[in-house]
């Protein structure tokens, strides 16, 4: 019934800011979800310190008896209000303690300009010429999803050669005991569970990436952060266009005018790390950091940041893929992404308060 109370009350206050949200429904929870939480109120809730501090539950939770607990790897403080128990799919389980921390407000005044890309997760330029990127997130990626591909096809396999042997299924009382088909039986459902963690270790990698990228929001007043639409990017084929090529103004207009669509200009790979970097994620979490300090994340654009001499401002049109950029003009010679973060810096000096 508590739950229900938090449900409706979580949905109206997003009502109330206007936010989009649907309304709460009762239903069952699905063993094949990929976590699964329950709550539990602090007054039936023990932790015991010594050289590995254990927490202990209610003696009528979980079948523990007064001398039974769960060892902890953290140190976790008395909990003053209600904690959640958390377990994954993969087996694994996490205990959230709600707490205050107060945050100290930020009395730097630097500015700094990030590059969000896919080769390089982020390029960091700040006016004192200190610059820094988080590199080879794009390597560890594509190392990873080409395991996940070789089980998946492995897995597909073993799947078509399941169903040529069993043409028609019939149901019947008594399972048939075959050696061969529960070896096969287990080693597919264990292929489908490696993948299912080698899915999950992507995302704690990156998740940690986010929280590991020096971006402390006491010593930041302002970041320039340009809207990277990964979720346009990463389309197969590009919103509708004219025939002429201007977008449509609108629903009539669409329906009125012939249109043709275009495709994207990059290979799935580059998308599926585009989407596995979560880069509204880490903009979302800067924005946090930022905000508890006191500072500000500006999104500004970024129009040809990479084909810009950020010297003297001659356009590159045929830069193509090249990691290093070299003008043709003054003969600067930088890194592609330094140069970048120079230009969002410079272009959108003027938004800095």
């Known amino acids: 019934m508590k739950a229900v109370k938090s449900s409706l009350a979580l949905y109206f206050a997003l009502r109330k800011k206007e936010k989009k949200t649907s309304f709460p429904g009762l239903t069952f929870k699905s063993k094949f979800a990929p976590s699964n939480t329950i709550e539990i109120r602090s007054r039936g809730?023990?932790?015991?310190?010594?050289?590995?501090?254990?927490?202990?539950?209610?003696?009528?939770?979980?079948?523990?008896?007064?001398?039974?607990?769960?060892?902890?790897?953290?140190?976790?403080?008395?909990?003053?209000?209600?904690?959640?128990?958390?377990?994954?799919?993969?087996?694994?389980?996490?205990?959230?303690?709600?707490?205050i921390v107060e945050f100290q407000p930020t009395q730097s005044s630097r500015v700094c300009a990030i590059d969000p890309g896919v080769r390089n997760f982020a390029t960091v330029y700040d006016p004192d010429s200190r610059?820094?990127?988080?590199?080879?997130?794009?390597?560890?990626?594509?190392?990873?999803?080409?395991?996940?591909d070789a089980m998946k096809s492995k897995l597909a396999s073993m799947d078509n050669e399941s169903k040529a042997k069993h043409t028609r299924k019939v149901r019947q009382r008594k399972k048939p005991k075959g050696g061969d088909k529960t070896k096969l039986h287990r080693h597919r459902y264990r292929l489908r569970r490696c993948i299912r963690f080698t899915h999950h270790h992507v995302t704690r990698m990156v998740g940690d990436m986010h929280h590991k990228l020096k971006l402390d929001g006491g010593q930041l007043n302002q970041v320039?952060?340009?809207?990277?639409?990964?979720?346009?990017?990463?389309?197969?084929?590009?919103?509708?266009?004219?025939?002429?090529?201007?977008?449509?103004?609108?629903?009539?207009?669409?329906?009125?005018?012939?249109t043709q669509r275009q495709k994207r200009k990059i290979r799935s790979s580059t998308a599926r790390a585009m989407l596995a970097q979560s880069h509204f994620k880490f903009k979302m979490l800067l924005k946090c950091k930022m905000g508890c300090a006191?500072?500000?994340?500006?999104?500004?654009?970024?129009?040809?940041?990479?084909?810009?001499?950020?010297?003297?401002?001659?356009?590159?049109?045929?830069?193509?893929g090249n990691s290093v950029y070299k003008c043709s003009s003054c003969h600067g010679v930088l890194d592609r992404d330094v140069n970048a973060a120079k230009i969002i810096f410079h272009k959108n000096m003027q938004m800095l308060g």
């Open 45 to 99: 809730v023990t932790v015991v310190h010594g050289e590995k501090d254990y927490v202990r539950f209610h003696p009528t939770f979980f079948g523990f008896g007064k001398s039974d607990g769960i060892e902890l790897r953290a140190k976790l403080p008395e909990p003053a209000h209600s904690i959640r128990l958390q377990r994954l799919r993969e087996g694994g389980y996490y205990i959230a303690v709600p707490r």
């Open 131 to 148: 610059t820094f990127s988080v590199k080879d997130a794009y390597t560890v990626l594509k190392r990873r999803f080409e395991v996940i």
């Open 224 to 258: 320039l952060l340009p809207s990277f639409q990964t979720s346009e990017m990463v389309r197969k084929y590009e919103k509708l266009v004219a025939t002429d090529g201007a977008p449509p103004t609108s629903s009539d207009a669409v329906k009125q005018t012939p």
């Open 294 to 320: 006191a500072g500000c994340v500006i999104e500004c654009g970024e129009e040809y940041t990479s084909k810009t001499c950020s010297s003297c401002g001659e356009i590159k049109a045929n830069l193509g």
